[in-house]
């Protein structure tokens, strides 16, 4: 069979072939599945209006035209997937317990403590830190490792184990949420009581429920004059947050973080809550899983890790990879400075030994040997490095896709988080979309978070955990902001009329909010002389008269001021005797409009461009 070409251009045999790429391949990538000459794909998109270069990473817009180009079926694999994949490769797998029911044994629950600033999320940790001194080991937490374990009694003799993430504020929670890491169990919701519910208090509490997770609250500085703690819980009925006392599900703890109130209650309820809501066991006989919590340079020892043992059991000597860094577990310390030999599930261990600093929120594994771990390590560094490419060019969730992720079943909400200059405009818009109806109901608006001010990087990691969509009104991001959503590929739209923001998203959600293009002149040449070739057909000696002429891009043929044939594409552009890429204004050229041979002295060629409208 012959194969198939395009403008002159001989396309590669793939038909009917099925080839597999990571999101943010290149063409060099692609020609690699399908034993192809790179080069030869460029010219394929430069025929398709598409200036692409071999090595560039690319959207999977441009993998799916190619491959429809190409007859060939395409499979865009996620980061996820790439990883799960990665690590079969070796014969490994993360994220679910070896073995079956009977190898399960109950483990601590993971817990962390978000609230508004000067609630006493700090206070709180550190009298939870004391605590465990008087109920134990000598010498006490000396050691800030980002994590500790403490001892409550729930009622029972048995003591047990709670693991404490040892940074307060959701946005460690949230930023670890956003990598793909869900490591806490459960949230402390500390308000005080003598200020109550506060804005971060709400995003607090968006942020636990986004995510899943039992809520229980600390109502803190009950030692306070003015501390009003029914009050606080009669706000956060409010919040779907109702108290036991109040017949809901919710365990609220009255505590002073100073005076040591209340903390072994609030042990006790975090003991509860998890027995009653969660089913807390992994396999601690099995080579160790689980997530960064923190890492950093240290002068002396190099990287050090502190890591979360969320399955099996991580021995000194072990060799680990922790997302794109890799070593062996030379000395393992936990939070009182003790050196161990073994952490079983939910234990947190600060681990010596890396050969370059994790992030927060990488998973990692315990592997066979060195050699795994360093080559795991290293392929996951290069696809990061190409994913991050990729992400900076397209949004992963934006009203103008919504569309394809409700066909693809993928979704079918939209998530909203809006920011506005003052409660009442967000209060408005707020109700003015959730009154979008959409024809047959599939879709749903849901808003998971809302506030006044500037759009934080905090919003930004919310959204980008959630796939949300964050809708600015009359406020603006700020530069750090900015860049994380860029990094991340959050979309973030700017309104300052309530009614366009309701009609873009209401377009949106039926589907009707298509990328715009507009043609883009690029220039024209008037015909001087045509010659024919053999090999080529008729090549027409022009003269440029405006702008510039580029190889591959479209073009018309105009004759007496009438379009002769508006779909051409400059197959071939010679300046003398060379190829050249581009002729501008003032040059002579040789254009070759692939099959189309009907030109004429004075025929004018005009070539141009479809470029995306950027939306006002
Ligand atoms: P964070 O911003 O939530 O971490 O709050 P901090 O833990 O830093 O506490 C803020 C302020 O509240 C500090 O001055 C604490 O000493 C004070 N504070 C925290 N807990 C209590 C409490 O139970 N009672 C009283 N009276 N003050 C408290």
Redesign the pocket.
Same mark, same amino acid.
């Given at each position: 069979m012959q194969a198939p070409s395009i403008g002159g251009v001989q396309l590669p045999r793939g038909q009917g072939q099925t080839v597999r790429l990571p999101r943010g391949s290149s063409l060099t990538d692609f020609a690699e599945k399908i034993g192809a000459n790179p080069a030869s794909l460029v010219a394929v998109m430069m025929h398709l209006g598409e200036m692409v270069t071999a090595t560039q990473s690319v959207g999977d817009e441009t993998l799916e035209l190619l491959a429809q180009e190409l007859n060939v079926v395409v499979e865009i694999v996620s980061p996820e997937d790439e990883d799960r994949e990665l690590l079969e490769t070796f014969d490994l797998s993360w994220g679910e317990d070896e073995g079956g029911e009977e190898d399960l044994v109950i483990r601590p629950p993971v817990v962390t #403590?978000m609230?508004? #600033? &000067?609630? @006493?999320?700090?206070?709180?940790? &550190?009298?939870i830190r004391n605590e465990n001194v008087a109920s134990g080991e000598a010498g006490g937490i000396t050691q800030h490792i980002g994590a500790y374990q403490v001892m409550a009694h729930a009622g029972e003799d048995k003591e047990r184990r709670i693991t404490f993430i040892d940074t307060? @504020?959701h946005e460690a929670f949230t930023s670890m949420r956003a990598r793909g890491a869900q490591v806490t169990d459960i949230a402390i919701l #500390?308000v005080?009581a &003598?200020d109550g519910v506060k804005p971060q208090t709400i995003e607090a509490l968006n942020h636990a429920q986004a995510a899943g997770v039992p809520i229980v609250v600390a109502v803190?500085?009950? &030692?306070?004059e003015g501390a009003d703690p029914a009050k606080v819980r009669g706000q956060l009925t409010e919040y779907g947050l109702v108290a036991e006392e109040y017949g809901g599900d919710t365990m609220f703890v009255d505590?002073?973080?100073?005076?040591h109130?209340g903390i072994e209650e609030l042990l006790d309820a975090v003991i509860l809550t998890a027995d009653a809501s969660l089913d807390l066991r992994a396999n601690p006989v099995q080579d160790a899983q689980g997530v960064a919590i923190e890492a950093h340079l240290d002068r002396g020892r190099g990287p050090v890790a502190t890591v979360l043992v969320q399955r099996g059991t991580l021995r000194a000597g072990d060799s680990i990879v922790c997302g794109d860094a890799f070593g062996r577990v030379r000395v393992m310390l936990d939070e009182h400075g003790n050196t161990l030999t073994e952490a079983g599930p939910a234990r947190p261990v600060m681990v010596v030994g890396l050969t370059s600093v994790p992030g927060a929120g990488d998973n990692f594994l315990v592997v066979s040997e060195d050699r795994v771990a360093r080559q795991i390590a290293e392929r996951r560094e290069a696809r990061e490095r190409n994913a991050q490419l990729a992400r900076q060019r397209k949004p992963r969730f934006s009203l103008e896709n919504i569309q394809e992720a409700l066909a693809a079943g993928q979704r079918d909400e939209l998530l909203l988080i809006i920011k506005g200059d003052v409660s009442g405009s967000v209060e408005a818009l707020e109700d003015a979309l959730l009154k979008i109806e959409v024809p047959g109901d599939e879709v749903h608006l849901r808003v998971i978070h809302r506030g006044v001010g500037a759009i934080t990087e905090s919003d930004v990691s919310l959204a980008a955990a959630s796939d949300a969509i964050i809708v600015g009104f009359n406020v603006r991001a700020e530069g750090k902001s900015r860049e994380a959503a860029d990094r991340e590929g959050v979309e973030i739209r700017f309104y300052s009329v309530i009614y366009q923001a309701i009609e873009e998203i209401e377009a949106g959600l039926k589907g009707m909010l298509k990328p715009e293009y507009e043609e883009v002149q690029l220039g024209t040449a008037e015909v001087r002389a045509t010659f024919s070739s053999s090999k080529f057909g008729t090549i027409a000696g022009c003269m440029v008269r405006t702008g510039l002429i580029r190889r591959g891009t479209k073009g018309r043929l105009i004759r007496d001021g009438a379009v002769v044939q508006p779909n051409l594409t400059i197959d071939s552009l010679r300046r003398e005797k060379d190829d050249a890429t581009e002729v501008r204004e003032g040059f002579e050229c040789g254009i070759n409009l692939g099959s189309f041979n009907d030109i004429k002295v004075d025929d004018v060629i005009e070539t141009f461009e479809m470029r995306e409208k950027p939306r006002a």
């Open positions: #403590v609230g508004h #600033v &000067d609630h @006493g999320k700090t206070k709180l940790l &550190d009298a307060p @504020g #500390v005080a &003598d803190n500085k009950i &030692d306070k505590i002073s973080a100073k005076q109130l």
